[in-house]
């Protein structure tokens, strides 16, 4: 029985909806795609998150070092650590592809202020759910953290490796890509390290990360039916958290093209 096949035609329906959302149609300015970025790079950061519960759990992170139990699914995660957290950065140099993501907006004039707020409280020891309620998280990305670090924090490890296998970032369809080499024209060049992200993340997902997941998700399922199970509706809940956080970025920007296009409102006397 092929469960990946399974899992892959049971998603089908909600990678489709993802794929072809209307919130492409509404990046049509680099604001736009500004307030994509302010919301999108929690998704981005809490996708490591995913990856360092894999290590952690995979591979011996203690001192002192025992040798891990899965041999296999040690060196997969370490071969993915490596690159998601300290690649070539396009300049010489090595970054996470979390910084890749934030020096892209630092770039294009995205705000990171709600990012930055939120990590300097995790570096200050405040627990997830607290920093997440005490910034200024946009709500759609708020509840979309919420709903990873359940699965981080009660889920299974073939749950936590499904959520990790199939929210990937080629859940960015190839007409995302179009508008970011558009708009970068338009913009003398300001979405060049956005383009560089984009490339070197999705390139790495297809090529190798993408293989890697999809061999470790089988190594930890094996032949047993429950597993397959919890990691198909893992999988399934990842998409529909996704899918409510392009929704909840939609409505955002739509608003806000509203608001661009009728202009500040004069109050009328009474």
């Known amino acids: 029985m092929n469960h990946i096949k399974e899992i892959e035609n049971r998603l089908a329906p909600f990678r489709s909806a993802l794929l072809e959302h209307r919130i ?13 970025m302010e919301h999108h790079v929690f998704a981005v950061w809490d996708f490591m998150s995913l990856l360092k519960v894999l290590q952690r759990r995979l591979c011996c992170v203690d001192v002192p070092w025992l040798p891990p139990e899965d041999l296999e699914g040690s060196r997969f995660i370490n071969d993915i ?11 010489g ?23 930055d707020e939120f990590l300097n409280e995790l570096r200050r ?32 490890l073939c749950e936590v490796a499904s959520a990790f296998t199939f929210g990937r970032e080629d859940l960015l369809p190839g007409v995302f890509q179009q508008i970011v080499d558009n ?19 999705i390139e790495l997902d297809g090529d190798d990360h993408g293989p890697m997941a999809i061999r470790l998700l089988k190594s930890l399922c094996g032949d047993d039916e429950a597993r397959w199970g919890k990691a198909e509706k893992a999988a ?35």
């Open 24 to 36: 492409y149609g509404e990046i049509d300015r680099i604001e736009s795609l500004g307030v994509f």
């Open 81 to 91: 650590v490596l690159a998601e957290e300290s690649d070539e950065d396009g300049r």
């Open 93 to 115: 140099g090595f970054a996470s592809h979390f910084e890749l993501y934030h020096r892209s907006m630092n770039q294009c004039g995205a705000n990171t202020a709600a990012i």
């Open 125 to 156: 020891g405040v627990d997830v759910s607290t920093a997440l309620a005490s910034t200024a998280v946009p709500e759609a990305a708020r509840r979309f953290v919420q709903s990873t670090f359940q699965v981080i924090e009660n889920g299974e």
């Open 183 to 201: 708009l970068n024209t338009e913009s003398g060049g300001r979405l060049e390290q956005f383009k560089y992200y984009l490339e070197r993340h």
């Open 236 to 270: 399934v809940d990842c998409l529909i958290a996704r899918r409510e956080l392009w929704d909840g970025i939609y409505e955002t920007i739509n608003n806000s093209n509203v608001e661009v296009k009728n202009g500040p409102q004069e109050i009328q006397p009474s």
